[in-house]
């Protein structure tokens, strides 16, 4: 009977869980993470009701895991767990709640300089705290604001701890380029950042940093700047950046090589810099000890190392800057030089567990960024790769000289498997030859570059430091040589569409499986991978696209889509166009059939609909002529009531301010207009309202694609 063969199947699920106690913490550590997926998936912001039944869901589950029969702990510990990642981002999102400007800004802006990075049109940029702007009361100023620098002239040279000046414009954070896309406004609320904006004028000091403030800060700079001086051009910038997290003296063209060849990792502050450093450390402090016999008798030298070690990691994340991926190695290497202090094994599943767990917990957002999807997914592939590999080739089968080979091969071909699925998601691209270019510098990374980056820290106090600068230049210089070379290569890169929303979760979800549970049963993973590839190519891209402020459309043709301008918007054409898995840059798309007329009026179709986007300064005196004859008029002004002429069907930057980026699609019942921001949740403000968005078009069949 049916009810029997349910039941059957429970008891079955359930006994298999009872079966795998020994290896459930990691797949707790899955259902914390599903329980903040479920949190950031929800439609609209969760409400009292939903946290009570979340708590009421950990509190069962608890009491399941002390009290309940042996065959109900297993289920009930991953229902708790589950519940918890629900809970820990809705308070996680309460706590990070601060103001954020609502209305665009122009004027002075004042504040302490607290990071310097550059922004991706090269520019030099400044995230400021302490804000003050000019008539705006403190309750709603926001708590830090970024500004990119694109004057050609400037006073000063901006330091960490200064409180600086200047005069610029300022605009709320935007929502995703398209509905589905990368929420930056979710991504700022997070980091309590109100406003971004820049400036063209002088930047000013109105206060040097005071003493012991932002000294990590101050502390970086100052390294950065003894490695530029010692090892000049890009290379010195790209020692700077790797050494300690400052990227500001790093040009664009060097960011694209590194990412076309697949070597941004290198750059970024990883779990490999900090295993590099750290191994460096501990090999050399065990070794020191090792040399002094008097001091090898009285201490053990591995513990000593591990003790060391660990106040060397932290204040390499603090010098860093703690992005996540150095907060995950760090918190993995924590682990390890515990088990290490404690006489454990340092290196297993569990341990990668624990860092997850705690970085999930502790800001939930990470669950969604790339860096940690891509740094996690690569140590636990890692960790489960080679415990394999142990099982299969028992000690003494290699040759030890061909070990090293064996490894630095097998750990790149490891991690770039499993990195590649969340690359292709998020950034659109796979670096043919990324596999290559990691073998030729990652060993270079790891031999040359932090050991001598480490040796310099140690000898200059001491007026000792040119030598190991020197070989560290010259690991950096084969890195960047191998990057640009491989970049350049005809066929670097290929383009990957954008997958649809469920394509990612299932894919994880079913390599975890794959991994982490014992038996035979684990090739059930399989099917929520399979299905997830098979998902990635059907998702489909809009027909028509429309940038949040009105001035950038783009038309989804034969040879790809089509762009209504070849200047301007940039960040939203490399967007769509990346999602779409196109190549291309804007001027070649803007070049492609699909629209016409001139600059401020590009006229265009879409199946039977008619459109046009109306820019510059004769954008309103041409509204009412092309109200008249198109179906959909798109401008790039915010107009007052009562400006368009009854019936005309207008988008304005009006209407864009409340729905973000606009996506229209073609299917067999007709057009359907998406917004990027749907509302409801708390980064994004109230609902938005679907009448906005059912009044656009006329119901007619005939804007449908054919049968």
Known sequence: MPGLRATDALLAGLRALQAARGRLFPLAVVAIGVGVGLWFAWPHEPGPAAYALAAALLALGLA??????????????????????????????DLQQAPMLSFRYYGPIQGRVIEIDRSASDALRITLDQVVLEDLPPA???????VSLLGTVSFHDPAPGETVALTGGLAPPESAV???????????????????????NPLLRIEPARPGEEWIGRLRRHLSAGMKAAIPGEAGAFAAGAMTGDRSGISQATVEALRDSSLAHILAISGMNLAFLIGFVFALIRGA?????????????????????????LFYLLLSGANVATERAFVMLCVML???LLDRRALTLRSA?????ILILWQPETLLEPGFQMSMAATVALVAGFQALDRQMPPGRWPRLLLPVFTLVASSAIAGLA?????????????????????????????????MGALAALLAPFGLADLPLWAMGKGCEWILYVAYRVAAIEGAVTAIPAPGPWALPLLTLGALWLILWPGRARLAGLVPVVLALALWPLAGRPDLLISGDGKLVGLMGPQGRALSSAAGGGFAAGNWLENDGDLAAQDAAAARPGFSGPKGARAFRLA??????????????????????????????KLDPGMAPPGCRVIDQRLLAQTGALAFRLGPEGVTVTAARQGGRVWTGPPLDETLLAGLLPPARRYAKGP
């Open 64 to 93: 399941a895991l002390w009290r309940a029969p042996d065959l109900l702990r297993p289920l009930g510990g991953l229902v708790a767990a589950l519940a918890l990642g629900f809970l820990a981002a809705g308070l996680r999102a």
């Open 140 to 146: 709603r100023t926001p708590l830090r604001v970024r």
């Open 178 to 200: 398209e509905p589905g896309g990368f929420d930056f406004r979710r991504m700022a609320y997070f980091d309590r950042l109100g406003a971004v904006g820049y400036s063209r």
């Open 289 to 313: 000890v090792a040399a002094l016999p008097w001091l090898a008798l009285r201490v053990q030298a591995k513990k000593l190392a591990a003790l060391i070690s660990f106040f060397v990691a």
């Open 338 to 340: 515990g088990a290490v």
């Open 353 to 357: 567990a624990v860092a997850g767990a």
């Open 419 to 451: 990195t590649a699925p969340y690359a292709a998601a998020h950034f659109n691209r796979f670096a043919d030859y990324g596999f290559v270019a990691n073998l030729l510098t990652v060993p270079v990374m790891g031999a040359v570059v932090m050991p």
């Open 608 to 637: 039977g609909l008619r459109g046009i986007a109306l820019s510059g300064k004769g954008a309103l005196a041409a509204l009412p002529a092309a109200c008249a004859g198109q179906d959909l008029v798109i401008i790039a002004e």
